[in-house]
Nanobody
Framework: QVQLVESGGGLVQPGGSLRLSCAAS????????MGWYRQAPGKQRELVAS???????NYADSVKGRFTISRDNARNTVYLQMNRLKPEDTAVYYC?????????????WGKGTLVTVSS
C-alpha cells in the first residue's frame, strides 16, 4: 500500500500562483511515476502533469508553460508549481502514484485538494 497526502490547495485570483505538494509513504518502489490529475465539476478526471523517478515529465497542453512538476526522490514528494492561474484551472487536484507490483503495476490516489481560481 502507498499513501498519498496532498497539500497546498486554496483560493487564488486569476493570474496568481499556487504550489501543491504530495507526500508518499508506505511500500514505495523507486521506479515509479507520480503525477497530478484534476477533476472539475461535471467533467472527467484528466492528467495535468506526470514525472518519472528519473525526471521525465509530461504535461497537458492546457498547462504547458504555466505549470511545472518536480519531485524530491529522497522525500518521496512531488510538487506542482502553478503560475498564471486561470478560472478554468479550478478543480480538485489529485496526486497519483504508479509503480511496479508483482508482474504488473499498482496505482494509488490521494484524496484531493481543491484549487479555486476566482476574483
Amino acid at each position: 500500500q502507498v499513501q498519498l497526502v496532498e497539500s497546498g490547495g486554496g483560493l487564488v485570483q486569476p493570474g496568481g500562483s499556487l504550489r501543491l505538494s504530495c507526500a508518499a509513504s508506505g511500500s514505495i518502489v523507486s521506479l515509479n511515476t507520480m503525477g497530478w490529475y484534476r477533476q472539475a465539476p461535471g467533467k472527467q478526471r484528466e492528467l495535468v502533469a506526470s514525472i518519472t523517478n528519473g525526471g521525465t515529465t509530461n504535461y497537458a497542453d492546457s498547462v504547458k508553460g504555466r505549470f511545472t512538476i518536480s519531485r524530491d526522490n529522497a522525500r518521496n514528494t512531488v510538487y506542482l508549481q502553478m503560475n498564471r492561474l486561470k478560472p478554468e484551472d479550478t478543480a480538485v487536484y489529485y496526486c497519483h502514484y504508479r509503480g511496479p507490483y508483482g508482474s504488473g503495476y499498482a496505482s494509488y490516489w490521494g484524496k484531493g485538494t481543491l484549487v479555486t481560481v476566482s476574483s
